[in-house]
């Protein structure tokens, strides 16, 4: 592989197998009174750092990770972060949006002459409406403005495939849907997508770059990305296709083997897979006993970060979209940093590693991180605001239609309940879009909760009015434009689903679907696994479930292939293929809603819980 450009700072960025400078060009380049002794085994020289010549360098990493193309400030508590005031009260933070975050990161690396920024997957997919109608487009050249260095793959950079995902990195314009802009051809980016556990299942090859050399005065750091092997089980089969998702813990053990060979021992290991931390504030202090342990993080991240192998520095990762920066560990007993910035922008991890020039390793002693809000009280940066500007002129027509209204706030992704008031009306828009018996005959619906990707929220965005629902707003919340199924389903698979849940796959980290009204039960948190959803209590309009009867229900094509570990839900039979999820919820919004008649949240009381 050859050199990549150079990005807009100058930094000159490495792929394996690209060159270096030869020992006899680095010693010239060497300061007067230099000895020999200041150039490594590797030819590698003693340049500045802005605090003289010296062993060590400070190299600044810039961290976030989970964007999903929210190029504007998300609204309501999608655009909020918790923080920890220093009389132990809390307070709720506006946060987010690239034009303030790429404000925030060049602050940031002012005075740093060694900075490097990386993600950790899902920059783009489940997208608002300014990125998603342009098939993400417009959120890749923010990040290339924004001077991204690397990333891992995420889940949902599979959203549309490998070929798509391809495009994202190479550039051209979009198959059917052409040239957005007459006259200029998609780009691509400037920066690697790493995907060194995505395999091609015919030839076994890495889909992507597995790592990357970000090098600087003969500083070099290698980088490895994964996304959750689980990748399969939370994105549709069409996705991935043709794809063979392998372990992350063996596969940057492989990949770090290969980096130490090339000579590379400083390594980064960029995860999109993540953890729970103990507490949602975004300055929780995760080794609060400073014993660094890992006890204030759990989830799947703690047996990756135990298992990577030594010689990785540091851990940056996603996909929980939480804040934390904790040390976990590693499996010689040492505390290693494990981070991960929230979601949408909201956060960003500045995280300083001590380069030693003579040995070419990360200090780990020295390691220092922390989280950063990404306030709204900077600048906005000019070169991003014209960029959404332009992308916001053209999607106005579509984005600014109003499509019903509503009387408050209707939580989704901002509610921490089980059964969330948005869930209850995306599901039963499903059941009013389905049940007719030309349209599949429909007798329930439900709706998985990973799918509800924002709030309807009560304050105008723009210039719509109060209450209004706009297109781009229905669209943030049901961006995946996934088609509407109808199945049978017998009593018996149906009752195994809500129990799929609880247990399996789901056991520590639950899946509660939402459910369409008519359908109740008990699910009692005291219990363990399967147990809680309490038998007996499954009820349809007031009659309980018979295992042997068979029942129509509708759910999107995701859960119909058995995602997020429903199995059962993949059982069903005599399917009929509707209207997109975002069609039906658009039409119960104009149905049943009007500025004199809006649409009021749920009670969300259709999921008894006992905890």
Same mark, same amino acid.
């Given at each position: 592989?050859?050199?990549? /450009?150079?990005?807009?700072?100058? @930094? @000159?960025?490495?792929?394996?197998?690209?060159?270096?400078?030869?020992?006899?060009?680095?010693?010239?380049?060497?300061?007067?009174?230099?000895?020999?002794?200041?150039?490594?085994?590797?030819?590698?020289?003693?340049?500045?750092?802005?605090?003289?010549?010296?062993?060590?360098?400070?190299?600044?990493?810039?961290?976030?990770?989970?964007?999903?193309?929210?190029?504007?400030?998300?609204?309501?508590?999608?655009?909020?972060?918790?923080?920890?005031?220093?009389?132990?009260?809390?307070?709720k933070i506006d946060a987010g949006g690239?034009?303030?975050?790429?404000?925030?990161? @060049?602050?940031?690396?002012?005075?740093?002459?060694?900075?490097?920024?990386?993600?950790?997957?899902?920059?783009?997919?489940?997208?608002?409406?300014?990125?998603?109608?342009?098939?993400?487009?417009?959120?890749?050249?923010?990040?290339?403005?924004?001077?991204?260095?690397?990333?891992?793959?995420?889940?949902?950079?599979? =959203?549309?495939?490998?070929? *798509?995902?391809?495009?994202?990195?190479?550039?051209?314009?979009?198959?059917?849907?052409?040239?957005?802009?007459?006259?200029? *051809?998609?780009?691509?980016?400037?920066?690697?997508?790493?995907?060194? %556990?995505?395999? !091609?299942? /015919?030839?076994?090859?890495?889909?992507?770059?597995?790592?990357?050399?970000?090098?600087?005065?003969?500083? @070099?750091?290698?980088?490895?990305?994964?996304?959750?092997?689980?990748?399969?089980?939370?994105?549709? #089969?069409?996705?991935? !296709?043709?794809? /063979?998702?392998?372990?992350?813990?063996?596969?940057?053990? /492989?990949?770090?083997?290969?980096?130490?060979?090339?000579?590379?021992?400083?390594?980064?290991?960029?995860?999109?897979?993540?953890?729970?931390?103990?507490?949602?504030?975004? %300055?929780?202090?995760?080794?609060?006993?400073?014993?660094?342990?890992?006890?204030?993080?759990?989830?799947?991240?703690?047996?990756?970060? !135990?298992?990577?192998?030594?010689?990785? =520095?540091?851990?940056?990762?996603?996909?929980?979209?939480?804040?934390? &920066?904790?040390?976990?560990?590693?499996?010689?007993g040492k505390p290693r940093l494990v981070?991960?910035?929230?979601?949408?922008?909201?956060?960003y991890t500045d995280t300083t590693l001590?380069?030693?020039?003579?040995?070419?390793?990360?200090?780990?002693?020295?390691?220092?991180?922390?989280?950063? &809000?990404?306030?709204?009280?900077?600048?906005?940066?000019?070169?991003?605001?014209?960029?959404?500007?332009?992308?916001?002129?053209?999607?106005?027509?579509?984005?600014?239609?109003?499509?019903?209204?509503?009387?408050?706030?209707? %939580?989704?992704?901002?509610?921490?309940?089980?059964?969330?008031?948005?869930?209850?009306?995306?599901?039963?828009?499903?059941?009013?879009?389905?049940?007719?018996?030309?349209?599949?005959?429909?007798?329930?619906?439900?709706?998985?909760?990973?799918?509800?990707?924002?709030?309807?929220?009560?304050?105008?965005?723009?210039?719509?009015? =109060?209450?209004?629902?706009?297109?781009?707003?229905?669209?943030?919340?049901?961006?995946?434009?996934?088609?509407?199924?109808?199945?049978?389903?017998?009593?018996?698979?149906?009752?195994? #689903?809500?129990?799929?849940?609880?247990?399996?796959?789901?056991?520590?980290?639950?899946?509660? $679907?939402?459910?369409?009204?008519? $359908?109740?039960?008990?699910?009692?948190?005291?219990?363990?696994?399967?147990?809680?959803? &309490?038998?007996?209590?499954?009820?349809?309009?007031?009659?309980?479930?018979?295992?042997?009867?068979?029942?129509?229900?509708?759910?999107?094509?995701?859960?119909?292939?058995?995602?997020?570990?429903?199995?059962?839900?993949?059982?069903?039979?005599?399917?009929? &293929?509707?209207?997109?999820?975002? =069609?039906?919820?658009?039409?119960?919004?104009?149905?049943?809603?009007?500025?004199?008649?809006?649409?009021?949240?749920?009670?969300?009381?259709?999921? !008894?819980?006992?905890?």
């Amino acid at each position: 592989m050859a050199a990549r /450009k150079k990005n807009r700072a100058g @930094r @000159r960025i490495l792929v394996a197998g690209a060159g270096l400078a030869t020992i006899g060009a680095l010693v010239a380049a060497m300061p007067a009174g230099a000895s020999q002794d200041d150039v490594d085994a590797a030819g590698a020289s003693y340049s500045t750092n802005g605090k003289g010549w010296g062993r060590m360098v400070d190299v600044q990493l810039l961290s976030f990770n989970d964007l999903h193309g929210n190029l504007e400030p998300p609204a309501g508590s999608s655009g909020q972060v918790t923080r920890v005031k220093p009389d132990g009260t809390t307070e709720k933070i506006d946060a987010g949006g690239v034009e303030y975050l790429a404000t925030h990161l @060049r602050q940031a690396r002012q005075g740093n002459r060694y900075s490097i920024t990386a993600a950790a997957g899902d920059m783009i997919g489940a997208s608002p409406l300014l990125s998603g109608l342009f098939h993400d487009e417009p959120t890749i050249n923010a990040l290339n403005e924004l001077d991204l260095d690397v990333t891992s793959v995420g889940n949902h950079e599979f =959203d549309e495939g490998a070929v *798509e995902l391809a495009r994202m990195q190479n550039g051209g314009c979009h198959p059917t849907a052409g040239c957005y802009v007459e006259g200029k *051809e998609f780009r691509g980016a400037d920066f690697p997508y790493l995907a060194a %556990n995505v395999t !091609k299942e /015919k030839t076994g090859k890495p889909l992507l770059d597995p790592y990357f050399i970000w090098e600087k005065d003969g500083v @070099r750091i290698g980088f490895i990305g994964v996304t959750l092997e689980g990748t399969p089980n939370v994105v549709t #089969a069409e996705g991935v !296709k043709g794809l /063979k998702f392998g372990d992350e813990v063996e596969t940057i053990n /492989k990949y770090t083997k290969i980096l130490e060979r090339k000579g590379v021992k400083s390594i980064v290991a960029l995860v999109h897979e993540g953890g729970m931390p103990a507490s949602q504030a975004v %300055n929780y202090n995760c080794d609060g006993d400073g014993d660094g342990d890992g006890e204030g993080v759990s989830g799947a991240i703690v047996d990756i970060a !135990k298992n990577v192998s030594p010689q990785v =520095d540091a851990l940056v990762t996603g996909h929980t979209h939480q804040a934390y &920066v904790c040390s976990i560990p590693d499996p010689a007993g040492k505390p290693r940093l494990v981070t991960s910035a929230s979601s949408f922008g909201k956060l960003y991890t500045d995280t300083t590693l001590t380069y030693d020039r003579r040995t070419k390793d990360i200090v780990r002693t020295a390691v220092a991180s922390a989280n950063h &809000v990404v306030t709204r009280d900077v600048p906005k940066a000019e070169d991003i605001s014209k960029l959404i500007e332009d992308w916001k002129t053209l999607a106005a027509p579509i984005a600014n239609r109003p499509q019903g209204y509503i009387a408050a706030d209707i %939580n989704g992704r901002g509610s921490t309940a089980y059964e969330k008031p948005l869930g209850d009306v995306i599901a039963d828009a499903q059941l009013a879009g389905l049940s007719p018996a030309d349209k599949g005959g429909a007798q329930l619906a439900l709706m998985n909760p990973g799918g509800i990707r924002a709030d309807l929220v009560y304050k105008q965005a723009g210039a719509e009015g =109060d209450g209004v629902v706009t297109y781009g707003e229905a669209f943030t919340v049901q961006p995946f434009t996934n088609m509407m199924n109808v199945v049978d389903l017998s009593g018996a698979n149906l009752i195994t #689903a809500l129990k799929q849940q609880v247990s399996g796959s789901n056991l520590n980290s639950v899946k509660i $679907l939402q459910v369409s009204k008519g $359908l109740t039960y008990t699910l009692d948190m005291t219990k363990t696994g399967a147990d809680r959803v &309490v038998d007996g209590t499954i009820m349809l309009n007031g009659q309980p479930i018979d295992p042997a009867k068979t029942y129509r229900v509708a759910m999107n094509e995701f859960l119909a292939g058995g995602g997020d570990g429903f199995a059962a839900l993949a059982t069903g039979t005599n399917k009929l &293929v509707g209207a997109s999820d975002l =069609d039906v919820f658009n039409a119960y919004l104009a149905a049943n809603s009007s500025a004199s008649a809006p649409l009021q949240a749920p009670a969300a009381n259709r999921i !008894k819980v006992v905890q």
